[in-house]
């Protein structure tokens, strides 16, 4: 199994930063594409940002230009960089990890951290 720990959210006002970092701990075998994904109030779950072990990342229109994510494959940790937050950005965000424990891939998903952009 793999489990994911987020860390970083919090409140933020409009306009501001803020960084999360998600890592990743278990019987890895390989670590594959690791993402995020956000949940707003009353919404579902929606893709952030992804990247692969190669480094190609992918984003969400919605956060192109104002987060930025990184990984460091030598600990199996992910980071999501928030600049220019909005309120629309105010969700659960959740860390993913796509990795190999025995032969196949599975998809994992951490507890998730609140970001909350108010004034």
């Known amino acids: 199994q793999v489990q994911l720990v987020e860390s970083g959210g919090g409140l933020v006002q409009p306009g501001g930063s803020l960084s999360l970092s998600c890592s990743a701990s278990g019987s890895i075998r390989s670590m594959n594409a690791m993402g995020w994904y956000r949940q707003g109030p009353g919404k579902q779950r929606e893709f952030v940002a992804t990247i692969t072990s190669g480094g190609n990342t992918n984003y969400a229109d919605s956060v192109k230009g104002r987060f930025t994510i990184s990984r460091d494959n030598a600990k199996n940790t992910v980071t999501l960089r928030m600049d220019s937050l909005n309120p629309e950005d105010t969700a659960a965000y959740y860390c993913?990890?796509?990795?190999?424990?025995?032969?196949?891939?599975?998809?994992?998903w951490g507890q998730g951290t609140q970001v909350t952009v108010s004034s």
């Open positions: 993913n990890a796509r990795a190999v424990v025995t032969f196949f891939e599975n998809s994992y």
